[in-house]
């Protein structure tokens, strides 16, 4: 059974930080590009970053520089460590598996994260 479990969301400050993590349970983790989507209310599903599993990122601009993810093979988890936080970065953040070889992806349940200004 396939699992994706965030944490880490919260309630932060605007210029504040937050350390988002995700647990994968199921998967060939060393072959998936793992990556972060949020989704604020009233708009669509939008990628933050990815990470294949050979190093490579792609991270949306309006993130760049403040936002930076990470992955750890050993212990099946992902991180996106998110600094200088702007209230437009309020979204629900969910994390998200691609098995590049099956091509099935999996979506983990979300955790909020509420940046006030």
């Known amino acids: 059974q396939v699992q994706l479990v965030e944490s880490g969301g919260g309630l932060v400050q605007a210029g504040g930080s937050l350390r988002l993590s995700c647990a994968a349970s199921?998967?060939?983790?060393?072959?998936?590009?793992m990556g972060w989507f949020r989704q604020a209310p009233g708009k669509q599903r939008e990628l933050v970053a990815d990470?294949?599993?050979?190093?490579?990122?792609n991270c949306r601009d309006s993130v760049k520089g403040r936002f930076t993810i990470s992955r750890d093979n050993a212990k099946n988890m992902v991180y996106l460590e998110m600094s200088s936080l702007k209230p437009e970065d309020t979204a629900v953040y969910y994390c998200?598996?691609?098995?590049?070889?099956?091509?099935?992806?999996?979506w983990g349940q979300g955790t909020q994260v509420t940046v006030s200004s």
């Open positions: 998200k598996a691609y098995d590049v070889l099956s091509r099935y992806v999996y």
């Open positions: 990470l294949t599993s050979g190093g490579t990122t």
């Open positions: 199921g998967i060939i983790f060393s072959r998936s590009t």
